[in-house]
């Protein structure tokens, strides 16, 4: 059916997009131009209407103070600071600079945690220094105003706090890591039942807290490790339940998650040493899927030049 | 182009024979080297064999399967998705070298790609062979046999072992099995239909009678049947030097014309790939300025590509079309090219043979004179009585000479079958008069019996007239009688009386004259008119040991009393009037093209309406106003009878003046080959040309019409093969319900295009959304191609099954240039309306799991960047709580899942209102496509299949969904269907309106 066809030359194209003769743009006059593009900005004025509207019924459904749903969030992740791209803290103690990122990091993290930021006592309250049962505040809404939220002392990560060291052991080639649990809305962890535990983990028990602890991924890892000191309220390696449940940004906007820090003080230098950290307690699960899932795992690797 | 092929066919036609048909026998004898008694001698023979090549029609030469199969790869949308599996492969081996942590994404998407190209260019491929498989059959011929003079014996050889110099005998009854010129014939006869369409049996003799070698009589064609009579003769050509081999091979060589189905889909795959193209090159050029990396942005390209193509729609019209073809078979026209499916239904004009197609091929009595009076008889296919008045003994007279004056028998044991479908042994007009009188007297044979013949003389060609002698079945009266019929105006020549009521009346002047009056009108009928006359002769003169001779002729011949006249012509079939009428209402112009004479041409195309009963051609309005043909004005004329004569001489703009002022034209005593002229002219002034043909002849015109219809009984192989279509019943009605369907289905692939393409915007929109607002992504590639290639694919084919809106035979064929398959309106409606709409409603449905999950819709502006860096395992939603990146991608998913279903979901109601394009779905009824509601099942199913089934295997990204969010999208359905229900009340209360222009498609 080539017929006819050598007849649509470019000379249509050109006619096409402007046409002197019939005053044509693409087809269409001025007046069937604006005609046309009136006809749009009602259609999809109403549709912006409509999208504004069922989205702003759909939000009414929704509490501002918890999500509906917490299926996909829990069971909680497990996560480190400083935060590093490919889980790696790679440095050199005598270069500062190696360094620097994870020390900027951590002290931007530990800012809220300062003895000058806790003092206001609307907002905070002093839940004591040692492991205890969870601190119930009420139903989520803020029909009785914000709640308090439990001090925590940044005092308490004693090496890692930065107070003595602002380069949290980096300087010697004993870099500290953070460990926090992520905040989930109402989520009560449970203290693990005790003989589930490695021995390491029994050695501090206590019924009011989410042990945490750090060995090597791999067993030939072992030995490269070292000791490896925490610091946590109370001397305790891990989370006090008292600063459970959590209720939110809106509720408590200052809310500070329990830390533990964690310092390895004889890494071996010039390997990649694999490290993986575990929270231990009833509701907390790991996940082949979720990496992060209530372990994480770090390496290390420190250069001795 | 178009004379050339013409003149070509004439010279290449003559140029085999040279001049053979002049040679004497041992001219003959010396050219081949062969001798007449004795033949060629087998070494001699096996040479020739070696040189020439088996005596067979080389089959035309087939594209090879792999070359068909790897057009299907590259086709259509292939090229895009080729496109869109490079890049993916393109940046999983970048990521990969870059250590990236999941860089395989990318290599799955790529195999999926790949995998939908290779899986949708193998159904097609399949598709295509099923058709091809369909005609194969047709080609397969029973091995001929051919008895050759070899080594000075007689032997039976397969037809494909003849060389050229053989000596072959043939009989009455073989075929002809090369090019032969005859050496001696007795009585000889050939069928020439297979070559030239005309089934009147010529006579062949060893005399050189014309110039032309296709006119002489001394050679007899290859594929062509002899009839009666024996005959020898010199093979002359063999194999593709035959003529038949040269009109094969010439009409491999007429170009086959794309389909106008083909083109619009072309045109679609053209549109879509535009807007694809254009759309992802756009956003490219965004990401890039927005500072994406350019490995992200070809990602996104990717992704784009694979939203906007419908990679299941071209699978789709391919199943629709082959169920309208079955549908089609059904009907009994069996359609060897899918697409011709289609073109039938745009069809403009079609030009049909006469005999067969129109006609019942079969002479029948039409009408009767007898006692000054003209009787009609029922000429329908299945006659059992004839109701016209049979009570006059003239009647009793005349019909005693149609049972006896007659040599043609049915063949025995077909008693049970109806008269009308038995075999007769006799010719056509014989036939016509046994079966008129075994249907009105009963048993013929008996009464022959009963009323023994003592003499005969057949019917030739010098006396013009048939004779016989019987004994009478009265025992009382013992005279002989005689019987004669015979050409009407000899017949009267011989009598001298005519018989009235039943009473011998003398023939005077008054009476001839209206003997003339009869003739005359029964001739301008085109009927084949016969007289009849019959003499009882003496009992003293003639006594029941009279010796008669007919070679002597020792009886009288003259003097006779003339009965009646009976006349008869091949009536057009029953379905014919109806269907040329619809064909009328449709706005199809119907042209015969026959070989047959213009009075008779025209009398059917009268009969059935091809010429209507007010309309005139020239001639008649000269008559009319008794003025000369060249003073009549030619617009007043609507009808015209052409001559083949006329058409020879005429040029081509005198014909395309003739095919644009005439709407009811009758082409009579035309060859095959200006059939292709005919066709050519047409095709001049736009139109779409059907065109039936049976002969080898036709096959050129059969190849350059739009649609070239074979007739499945009586068309030869070679018609067969190069048409699109066989017409099994031979019937023109059969052809018209085939342009109903074609018209439907085109109907119908608009409805399924457009919703098709409706949800590619809600594909779309995600990822637009996504690279500008930087949201998390909404929707996954490979979901996607679960929507295009799982859940659509069933509803968009049972749009297939839709019923028409209105009478698609009331509708004008559509305009090729204006009405396109896929127009602005059906692309704008489907892409800025309904498209839209489905993407708001799947958005809310995102938001909403996003929302009840944790992130309100404001937190979800710009996080894209956080959201997928793998580190961030505590990123914070609109509550402060933390999410690691797992917890995060499964959220997404979700999203996916989601998005998918409210797609689905608005889908069926998509499904709902694509079903009619004007009238409401109330009118059209709901439930009256079945299938639409298979559709809705399955779709509504596989999702349920998806998102439960197999929503723990994590590569499909498909994850259980709670329960409500199926029904997120449903108020945005309702819309959809609220909405298009407003469109089709404005578009029918307002035509011609603002509305009606921009909104139907």
Redesign the interface.
């Given at each position: 059916m080539a017929r006819g066809k050598a007849k649509d030359g470019d000379g249509n194209w050109k006619k096409f997009i402007w046409n002197s003769e019939k005053k044509e743009l693409l087809g269409r006059t001025g007046g069937s131009w604006f005609k046309i593009l009136l006809f749009y900005v009602i259609f999809y004025g109403c549709l912006a209407g409509i999208f504004i509207g069922t989205i702003q019924v759909m939000l009414l459904t929704v509490s501002e103070f918890e999500p509906k749903y917490q299926d996909r969030v829990a069971p909680p992740g497990l996560t480190q600071v400083p935060q590093v791209q490919k889980t790696e803290i790679s440095f050199t103690a005598s270069d500062s600079k190696s360094y620097e990122p994870y020390v900027k990091n951590l002290e931007k993290f530990l800012k809220d945690y300062s003895a000058d930021q806790q003092t206001e006592n609307i907002v905070f309250q002093d839940c004591g220094e040692m492991p205890t049962d969870y601190k119930d505040r009420g139903p989520y809404s803020d029909a009785q105003g914000q709640k308090k939220v439990c001090k925590f002392k940044r005092e308490w990560l004693e090496n890692c706090s930065g107070i003595q060291d602002p380069t949290f052991g980096y300087k010697d080639g004993k870099p500290c890591i953070l460990v926090k649990l992520n905040r989930i809305i109402g989520f009560k962890p449970k203290a693990p039942v005790n003989d589930s535990l490695p021995a390491e983990v029994m050695a501090k028990y206590s019924p009011y807290l989410i042990p945490v602890h750090c060995a090597a991924k791999r067993e030939e890892d072992a030995d490269k490790i070292g000791t490896v000191e925490y610091y946590g309220m109370g001397g305790y390696s891990g989370f006090a339940l008292q600063y459970y449940p959590y209720y939110g940004k809106l509720l408590q906007p200052r809310y500070l998650q329990p830390l533990v820090a964690v310092q390895f003080t004889n890494l071996t230098y010039d390997v990649e040493v694999r490290v993986e950290c575990r929270a231990y307690g009833q509701n907390i699960q790991y996940s082949d899927k979720d990496r992060f899932q209530g372990r994480f795992d770090i390496k290390f690797d420190i250069r001795s030049s | 182009s178009n004379s050339l092929t013409f003149c070509l066919l004439q010279f290449s036609l003559s140029f085999g024979i040279q001049d053979d048909h002049k040679l004497s026998a041992s001219e003959l004898e010396e050219k081949y080297g062969t001798s007449i008694n004795k033949g060629l001698s087998s070494s001699r023979a096996a040479e020739i064999l070696a040189r020439d090549g088996p005596n067979s029609l080389t089959p035309p030469k087939a594209t090879p399967e792999i070359v068909k199969f790897l057009k299907q790869m590259v086709g259509g949308f292939s090229i895009l998705l080729w496109i869109g599996a490079v890049f993916s492969w393109i940046s999983f081996g970048i990521q990969f070298a870059q250590g990236a942590e999941s860089p395989f994404d990318n290599l799955y998407l790529g195999v999926v790609l790949a995998l939908v190209v290779i899986l949708t260019g193998i159904f097609a491929y399949y598709q295509e062979a099923k058709s091809t498989n369909i005609m194969a059959s047709f080609s397969k011929m029973i091995p001929q046999q051919a008895l050759v003079i070899r080594d000075a014996e007689k032997k039976e050889l397969p037809a494909e072992q003849l060389v050229v110099g053989d000596i072959v005998e043939i009989k009455g009854g073989d075929r002809i099995p090369a090019d032969i010129r005859l050496i001696s014939a007795q009585g000889c006869k050939v069928d020439n239909s297979s070559l030239t369409g005309e089934s009147e049996p010529q006579s062949r003799s060893c005399d050189f009678t014309h110039e032309n070698p296709l006119e002489t009589k001394n050679i007899a064609f290859y594929s062509t049947t002899c009839v009666e009579g024996t005959a020898t003769g010199i093979v002359i050509n063999t194999g593709d030097r035959t003529v038949i081999g040269r009109i094969a091979s010439l009409a491999s060589g007429v170009g086959n014309?794309?389909?106008?189905i083909a083109?619009e889909i072309e045109h679609f795959v053209y549109l879509v790939a535009g807007v694809a193209i254009s759309i992802g090159v756009l956003f490219f050029i965004i990401s890039v300025s927005m500072r994406y990396k350019i490995l992200d942005s070809i990602i996104f390209l990717i992704g784009i590509i694979v939203a906007n193509v419908p990679e299941g729609l071209l699978a789709t019209v391919t199943v629709s079309l082959s169920l309208t073809a079955k549908r089609m078979a059904k009907k009994n026209c069996l359609v060897k090219n899918l697409e011709a499916v289609e073109t039938l239904g745009s069809t403009s004009i079609i030009c049909s043979d006469k005999t067969g197609t129109l006609t019942q091929n079969r002479m029948t009595v039409a009408h009767l004179w007898f006692d000054n009076q003209i009787y009609s008889a029922d000429t329908s296919e299945d006659q059992t009585t004839q109701p016209f008045d049979q009570s006059s003994p003239s009647w009793t007279a005349l019909s005693k000479i149609v049972t006896l004056c007659n040599r043609a028998e049915f063949r025995p044991g077909q008693e049970n079958l109806p008269i009308m479908k038995r075999v007769v042994v006799g010719d056509a007009s014989e036939t016509a008069l046994l079966k008129f009188a075994e249907v009105i007297l009963g048993d013929v044979m008996s009464i022959r019996a009963q009323n023994k013949k003592v003499a005969e003389i057949p019917f030739n060609s010098t006396n013009k007239f048939q004779l016989s002698i019987h004994e009478t079945d009265d025992p009382n009266d013992k005279r002989f009688l005689l019987v004669m019929k015979g050409a009407p105006e000899r017949i009267l020549e011989r009598c001298s009386t005519i018989m009235i009521n039943g009473k011998e009346e003398p023939l005077d002047s008054e009476k001839a004259e209206a003997f003339q009056t009869a003739y005359m009108e029964l001739g301008g009928m085109g009927e084949r008119v016969l007289g009849f006359c019959h003499l009882y002769l003496p009992e003293n003169e003639f006594p029941d040991t009279y010796p008669f001779d007919t070679d002597s002729m020792n009886f009288p011949t003259s003097n006779l009393c003339f009965v009646g006249l009976l006349s008869m012509i091949d009536p057009p079939r029953s379905t014919v009037p109806d269907a040329v009428s619809k064909c009328r209402s449709a706005g199809i112009k119907v042209i015969m093209v026959t070989g047959d004479h213009p009075i008779t041409a025209k009398a059917i195309a009268k009969s059935v309406g091809i010429i209507s009963a007010t309309s005139e051609t020239v001639e008649d309005i000269a008559k009319r106003l008794n003025i000369p043909v060249e003073q009549v004005n030619r617009r007043e004329a609507t009808a015209a009878v052409v001559n083949g004569m006329e058409l020879k001489d005429m040029s081509l703009q005198q014909l395309d003046d003739i095919l644009c002022n005439h709407s009811e034209i009758v082409f009579a005593r035309t060859s095959p080959q200006q059939k292709l002229i005919i066709v050519e002219g047409c095709?001049r002034q736009?139109a779409v040309v059907a065109v039936t043909g049976d002969g080898v002849n036709d096959s050129p015109a059969l190849k350059k019409a739009?649609i070239g219809i074979a007739m499945g009984i009586a068309g030869s192989d070679a018609a067969k093969n190069a048409a699109d279509m066989v017409l099994l019943d031979d019937n023109f009605a059969s052809i018209v319900t085939g342009v109903e369907e074609g018209r439907l289905i085109f109907d119908n692939l608009k409805k399924t295009i457009a919703y098709t393409l409706t949800k590619n915007i809600a594909e779309l929109c995600p990822f637009l959304i996504y690279i500008i607002a930087s949201i998390p992504m909404p929707i996954g590639t490979i979901t996607i191609l679960f929507i295009d290639l799982g859940t659509d694919i069933i509803p968009s084919v049972a749009l297939a099954y839709e019923k028409a809106e209105s009478d698609i035979m009331n509708r004008r064929p559509r305009n090729k240039?204006k009405d396109r398959l896929v127009n602005e309106q059906l692309a704008v409606y489907s892409y800025?309306?309904i498209g839209?709409?489905q993407s708001?409603g799947a958005?809310?449905t995102y938001?909403?799991v996003y929302?009840?999950?944790?992130f309100?819709?404001s937190t979800l502006l710009g996080v894209r960047v956080d959201w997928e860096n793998?580190?961030?395992?505590?990123f914070e939603?609109?509550?402060?709580?933390?999410?690691?990146?797992?917890?995060r991608m499964?959220?997404q998913w979700?999203g996916y899942t989601a998005f998918f279903v409210s797609i689905t979901i608005q889908q069926v109601a998509d499904l709902i209102i694509r079903k009619t394009r004007r009238n409401s779905i109330f009118q059209q009824g709901l439930f009256r496509n079945k299938v639409i509601w298979v559709g809705i099942f399955s779709q509504i199913g596989i999702a349920l299949i998806l998102s439960y089934g197999l929503g723990h295997v994590?590569a499909l990204n498909f994850i259980p969904l709670?329960f409500q969010y199926w029904f997120v999208a449903v108020?945005f359905a309702i819309?959809i269907w609220v909405y298009d229900e407003v469109r089709k009340l404005f578009i029918r209360r307002y035509p011609g309106s603002?509305w009606d222009k921009?909104m139907y498609y």
């Open positions: - | 014309e794309k389909t106008p083109i095709q736009g739009d240039k800025l309306q839209i709409i708001v958005f809310v938001f909403t929302a009840e999950q944790g309100l819709p793998n580190a961030i395992n505590d939603d609109s509550y402060g709580q933390e999410w690691t990146k797992y917890q499964y959220l979700t994590t709670r108020p819309l603002w921009n």
